[in-house]
Each structure stands twice: as C-alpha cells, then as structure tokens.
C-alpha cells in the first residue's frame, strides 16, 4: 500500500505503545450519536436496505505478489482481522479501528475507497502493541461535518474496510466471514449460528440499558439488528459494534421512552434477537 504523504514519527515515554504516524485534517474529495433516540434506527424511505446482495464488495479472483505487506506469507499463520466502529468514545466523530496483525500499512487507498461514501477523515493515526499494529481513523460526514448517524452509513463503511482487506490482503479471506463468498480462499469451518448466538441486556442507569450481542458475521447485520431493536419500539443511542474474524460482536445503548428498559421489555428484547439471529438457519432447515 502507498505511505503517508504527510508523515511523522513519535517516541513515546510509554514502551508499550509507539506512534508511527498521525495525519490530522485529511479531508477526502464522500451519525448511533447522543441524538434523540430513534434518530440512530430510523430509515428513510427511500434508503436501500444493505443485504448480501447489495454489499459492493467484489470478488477476487487470485493473490496478487505484493499483497502481503512487511514481508508476510500466505503461509504464515494469519492473524485475526478486527474492524471496530467506535461510536461512544467521540462526541464529534466516528472511530474506526482496523487490526490484522502487523500487516496493515498506512491505509491510504481505504481512507480514498471511504470519500467515495462521502466521508472525511479527519484525523488518523497508528499504535502498536502487543496485539499488533493499530490503524485509527476518525471519520465525518462530508456534508455535516458531524458524525455518521445513519446505521445503513456504518455499515457500508465495515463493508468497505472488509472488501480492501479481501483486495490488499487476500490471505485475511481465510478468516473473515464475507472471504466464503468473496474471497480467494474460504474459512475453513464456518460458525453455528446457534451456538454462537449470544444475546444479554442489564441496566446502565435510570435512563438507559446496554445490549450485547455476539453473533455469526454476515453482510448487512448492524443495519439488521438495529432494525431489530427499533421494530419493538426500543432506542439505539450509541455504541460499538466489532468485527473480529467470522464473529461480529455489539454493545449499544438503548432505552424505552427515555427510561432503562425494564425486566420484561429486556426479555422481549434479548428473545426477539434470538429469534432473528437464528431464523436464517432454521427457515433453511424446514424446507
């Protein structure tokens, strides 16, 4: 992948973490906030629904030679890719992170594939830990300023980051769940959706819950669950959802006419994801 253009290193005090390089104010020639609720969940309509036929990402037909950054092998043991959408620790942008080891270079070419969504990146920078090597990007709306509100919008920006991993890093198919379909090499074990279907609500104070759930990956899953949600008359406010290999895992805070929701709404909540999560499977098994 190409470098930085404007690029600076810096040593840190802290021996676990190393900036490697930090860009601010990159705009690019393309919002789950503390809005009011339902703002989060709610779909115009004229939106398009994501689904897996209409993700954009495209198929891959071999390795290429230079795919492999910092002198990687597609025998090597290849790490697991995480995709973060950080909705929570910003008030004023939207925090992607993207891990896959230490293979990730600068990243430019997917911070130009996300301008084409109308997006800006406004700052971005790398951190290295033990984990690997971390890319960081806070991201605007071009027209707004603000950031992204629109779950179909957050979606499209994980399917982006995923469809350039698949592109630039063609061993990451192996262990994303999207590579089964678009990638050159599929998982070699995909996950139960039954047995990795998780779901559990608990208050976060008088005036909202927290919902986890971790699930199978699949294109077009945060759009569904938040449809989910809102379907049942519950707000999205903010939060994260997490793409770690074949998982997909979320925490969002959601509340009831602006109040926790209370135990039998929780329960109605937590079943009717079950429910959804699951149905795939289990409407394939009764034709």
Do not use: W
């Not at 992948?1 to 690029?7: D, I, K, L, Q, W």
């Not at 920078?125 to 992204?148: C, E, M, P, Q, W």
């Not at 779901?199 to 077009?220: C, I």
């Amino acid at each position: 992948m190409a470098s930085a253009a404007n690029c600076a290193v810096y040593f840190s005090s802290n021996t676990n973490c190393l900036t490697v390089f930090e860009i601010k104010n990159h705009s690019l020639p393309a919002t789950f906030v503390s809005r009011q609720p339902n703002t989060f969940g709610r779909r115009s309509h004229n939106s398009i629904r994501l689904s897996s036929s209409t993700t954009g990402i495209n198929p891959l037909a071999a390795p290429s030679a230079t795919a492999v950054e910092n002198d990687g092998s597609l025998l090597d043991t290849v790490p697991t890719p995480k995709v973060i959408i950080d909705q929570d620790s910003d008030p004023d942008a939207t925090i992607v992170e993207i891990t896959f080891g230490d293979r990730l270079g600068a990243l430019l070419d997917t911070m130009n594939a996300l301008k084409s969504l109308g997006l800006n990146v406004t700052k971005a920078n790398v951190y290295l830990d033990s984990s690997g090597k971390h890319n960081k990007f806070s991201i605007t709306k071009a027209s707004t300023g603000r950031k992204v509100e629109d779950p179909e919008l957050l979606e499209a920006i994980r399917l982006t980051i995923i469809n350039n991993l698949l592109e630039y890093h063609p061993e990451s198919s192996s262990q994303l769940a999207m590579g089964a379909t678009f990638g050159v090499e599929p998982p070699k074990e995909m996950v139960d959706v039954d047995i990795a279907t998780h779901v559990r609500v608990r208050d976060d104070g008088p005036d909202r819950s927290l919902l986890f759930v971790e699930t199978a990956d699949r294109p077009g899953l945060l759009v569904d669950i938040v449809k989910t949600v809102t379907d049942i008359n519950i707000a999205v406010e903010s939060g994260e959802f997490d793409t770690e290999g074949l998982l997909a895992k979320a925490t969002f805070h959601v509340n009831y006419k602006g109040k926790a929701l209370i135990k039998p709404l929780q329960q109605v909540l937590a079943n009717s994801l079950r429910y959804f999560l699951r149905r795939p499977t289990t409407e394939e098994a009764s034709f």
